[in-house]
Every structure is written in C-alpha cells, then in structure tokens.
C-alpha cells in the first residue's frame, strides 16, 4: 500500500553507493603512479576535496604558471578513464597497466628532452619562468664587464706633452672650464677625437666639476670595462644619474665613491604589449602592431620637495594612424603600481591599475584616472604635435602640467579624491595608438625650452 512499509529486501535495493564526486583538476603525477584508492580516486584528490587547489597544479587562479610537465598529454587519457571506470575495473592489473602507459609515455617524453628532465619534474619553479608567486618578474639581465684587460688603455702624457697637442695653445686649465658646458657621456668619444691632446683633458676632474653625468641604458655595455677609472673623473661631478642596474649600482657601491646617485627610469622591455617594441637600452619605443600597444617605466620618477617629478619624450616619427584611430593620439601618464606588482597592463594606458594618464585627442587633452575621465582642457590637443616635439609631464600639487617644447600648454587638476599623493612612488606609463609611430625619452630633470 501507498503508507505501509516496503520490504526489507526492496529497501535495500533502493539504497545505493554515492557517487565519487569528480575531481575538478587533476593532480599532478610525479615520475611514478599514484597511488588509487578503491573509488578510483588518487589519494592526492581526495584530500583536495575541501575546494582548495593544490600548489602543485599547472593552473591556480587562472594564472598559468608553472612550465609543461612531462606527462600533461596523458591527463585527459587519465581522466576519462578514472570517470569511466568502477571499483572493481581498478583493479591491481589495472593499476599496473597504467602505470606502464604513464612510466612508457614519460621515457619518450625524456628522450626527446634529456636536456631539461631535471626541471621538469621539479616542483620549484625555475627562476627564468615568467610567472613565478603569481608575479610577473624581469629575467636577469645581461652580466656586464668591469674589467677588459685587453682594452686599449689610453697613453697618460706629462703635462707639458698635453698643452703641446692642445690647439691655439690655450693651457688644459682652460680648455677644461670650456668643456664643461657642453660635456655629456654621450660626447666623451666624439671629443676625445677633436685632438691628441683632448683624451686628457676629457678625463680631468675639472671638465666634470658640477656636472650631472648621465649614464644612458644604452651607453652602459661600452662604458662598463672602463667604468671604474671614469669614476675617478667623475668625483667632482654633481651626480651620477645611472640606469636601473643591480650590477651597475654594485660597482658604485664598492668603489666608495661619494658623489650621489640617482636611478633614472627606462621603458621596461618586460613590461609592455606585444605591439610595441623597445630600443636602445629602454631609452626608445616603437609600435610594430596595432593593438597591445602599452609600456611601463622600469623605475619610479625622481621627486621630492623642491623638486617636483617630471618626465619627457620626443615624438622621432609620426605618421598615419591606424584604421579607426583617427581621433586619439598617444596616452602618457604614471601608475603609483610597481611593475612587478601588475600582471595584466591592459590595452591602453589607462587601463593600467592606480593611474593618471594624460591622453591627447584631436580637440582636447583629457585626464583619466583609473579609466575613468575626471578632467580635461584645450591648452594643446593632438593637432598641435609634430614630429621631433617634445612632450613632457610635470607631477606638482597633486596635479599634472603639460608641457610642449618646454612651454606650459596646459594644468589638468583633478577632484580632491583624485589627486595624486605626494609621497607616492610614480612610475611612466605610455601608449603608441594615433600617429605617434616612435618615442624616445629625454634626460630632462625639468621643463626647458631649446
């Protein structure tokens, strides 16, 4: 009847075994077989039923991070067949026949691969991966030479034989005072070739006294092996303004040079879209695609009171725009995120996190912070840049100035909730959509107009 009770034998038919839950992702094997347990699950799963995602798996948080494993091709194999199978085909003949595919199926993997079976298996990432705690890192840079012994050294020459090559007989005391209006590392080559007599009074402390001597990105390969002597020319000198350089900074420190140091920032090659290309040791930046067109700065901006943070590029080539980007024209800005900390840059500029970027369009110079508009003005606009320009940004009160050719053209001040603090780490931020095809950074420390 509909409320008597069933028989016991009919209840007991009706009551069934739960189904093993299926296992989401699938653990990671080593060199041997995991072991099964009798509902076919790997005793490795079971334990990760409580939701949490094993260390061990090739996909955490959506972000892959770990190099291909030897055996990734058999994890769809493996399966399907641990869904399709019981208790009782999992037998210990079945045990033993998978782990003969998967021990098979590893020895062709390595035969291929002999070279990097250590790091394969490993379960330490190695420190060449681009994914490594969930941050996106730099690989090393390359190891620079500070010694070169079978470099030319120059001929150091008694004082009389120097003033002899000096032209118009004009004594090194003097030739030092004028050069030091004009000399740059930059032109250290180019006047050291004027006369025989040059090479000497380049490297005198007096031609140096005062200056800021600029180490560029790309002048740091050639100028290492020589590095160390050139520091004793330059101990007199205001500054020494050097790339970003872990091995370049190490040699400063160890030589117990006093002159102050300052780390000027670089377009980082490791931070960008894949539609811009950087050059010249991170002082350049090209497009090369259409979209993906964003790069970060590989150092923060020098501020502080009295000095407020500026930065400037040159427009080197401006031509058509891409199809649809008529309007708009490059995006430059700064983000208070360290690089290291930002795994997805975005498209543009503005989609960098926890940034204000200035973007020039056809009619106007809009401010967005975080991707949002908060301001804009008509003191310059994308049809007043030309080619060989140059554009600079000025962080002062919380609020940005535009420069062009070193003139003011435009003050963009935020709502209160959006100014940019003072004491923040700033770092560059730029896109190449619109004409702007190629950009170069400046070595101005503030507006200047030449």
């Given amino acids: 009847s509909r409320s008597g009770s069933r028989p016991a034998e009919q209840m007991s038919s009706l009551v069934m075994e739960p189904e093993a839950p299926e296992v989401p992702f699938p653990t990671v094997l080593g060199p041997s077989a995991t072991l099964l347990d009798r509902t076919g699950r790997s005793q490795h799963a079971a334990k990760d039923m409580d939701g949490t995602l094993p260390r061990s798996l090739p996909l955490v948080g959506f972000l892959r991070h770990a ?25 210990a003949a079945g045990n033993q026949e998978l782990g003969e595919d998967l021990k098979s199926s590893e020895a062709g993997s390595l035969d291929q691969s002999n070279k990097n079976k250590s790091d394969e298996r490993s379960s330490v990432l190695p420190r060449a991966s681009p994914y490594v705690g969930f941050k996106r890192h730099s690989p090393p840079s390359p190891k620079l030479t500070f010694s070169d012994p079978s470099a030319p050294q120059l001929l150091v020459l008694p004082k009389e034989d120097v003033m002899a090559l000096l032209p118009g007989g004009v004594s090194e005391e003097v030739w030092s005072v004028v050069l030091s209006y004009i000399v740059e590392v930059s032109a250290i080559r180019a006047l050291s070739l004027v006369c025989h007599g040059f090479p000497e009074v380049v490297r005198a402390e007096a031609t140096w006294f005062g200056r800021a001597v600029n180490v560029g990105g790309s002048r740091v390969p050639l100028l290492a092996p020589k590095f160390h002597s050139w520091l004793l020319a330059w101990r007199l000198a205001k500054k020494l303004v050097l790339p970003r350089s872990v091995q370049l900074l190490d040699a400063v420190a160890c030589s117990g040079c006093k002159v102050p140091v300052e780390v000027a920032w670089r377009f980082d090659p490791h931070m960008k ?13 090209q497009r090369v695609a259409d979209e993906d067109l964003v790069v970060l700065g590989d150092a923060p901006l020098v501020h502080f009171p009295g000095r407020p943070g500026f930065m400037e590029v040159r427009l080197d080539k401006r031509g058509q725009a891409p199809e649809g980007d008529e309007l708009n024209d490059f995006g430059f800005g700064v983000t208070a995120c360290n690089p290291g900390d930002i795994f997805n840059i975005g498209a543009v500029a503005d989609e960098v996190p926890c940034s ?24 310059v606009t994308a049809k007043d840049l030309r080619e060989g320009d140059r554009v600079g940004l000025q962080i002062k009160n919380g609020c940005i100035e535009v420069f062009l050719n070193g003139v003011l053209c435009e003050r963009l001040v935020p709502p209160l909730e959006d100014r940019i603090p003072a004491t923040t780490d700033l770092y560059p931020v730029l896109d190449l959509y619109g004409p702007t095809a190629h950009v170069s950074r400046t070595e101005s420390e503030e507006p200047t107009r030449f």
Avoid at 75 to 84: E, Y
Avoid at 273 to 285: F, S
Avoid at 358 to 370: R, Y
């Fill in 356 to 379: 204000w970027v200035v973007d020039f369009t056809h009619s106007s110079v809009v401010l967005s912070v975080n991707n949002k508009e908060v301001t804009k003005g008509g003191g």
């Fill in 273 to 285: 879209g894949t539609g811009v290309e950087v050059l010249r040791g991170g002082t350049a930046v």
């Fill in 67 to 91: 190099p291909c494993q030897v055996l990734y091709g058999q994890l769809d194999r493996l399966l399907n067949r641990r869904n399709a199978a019981s208790s009782s085909e999992l037998s």
